[in-house]
Nanobody, 123 residues
């Protein structure tokens, strides 16, 4: 399983940014995908998730500003971020929670992580 987040960078206060995550090695269409973030000195926290039915869930701290989406054909998950604030500064990670192997065999549910992409919001 491989996940690679990209799209981070330096953004001005109030600006927008879209993060993307490329994936491989698992059955993407049935996986629950999520974005987490970790700010310096803080624990990693859930930002948003989207299940295989494309039902999104967004944490209160970013509700109304961030949108998660997925493209099953491209095996991609996205995080559209708007109205960015300095407190959104963090390393952002995508994750995949799967309970099937790549050949469709049931397995114990497991979450995989990719490398993060850094987002810095200037005030």
């Amino acid at each position: 399983v491989q996940l690679q987040a990209f799209g981070g960078g330096l953004v001005q206060y109030g600006g927008s940014r879209r993060l993307s995550c490329e994936t491989s090695g698992f059955i993407f269409s049935v996986a629950t995908m999520a974005w987490y973030r970790q700010a310096p000195g803080k624990e990693r926290e859930l930002v948003a998730s989207i299940n295989f039915r494309r039902t999104p869930s967004v944490e209160d701290s970013v509700k109304g500003r961030f949108t998660i989406s997925r493209d099953n054909a491209k095996r991609m998950v996205y995080l559209q971020m708007t109205s960015l604030k300095p407190e959104d500064t963090a390393d952002y990670y995508c994750s995949a929670t799967v309970d099937l192997t790549s050949d469709g065999t049931p397995m114990e549910e497991r979450t995989f992580w990719g490398e993060g992409t850094q987002v810095t919001v200037s005030s």
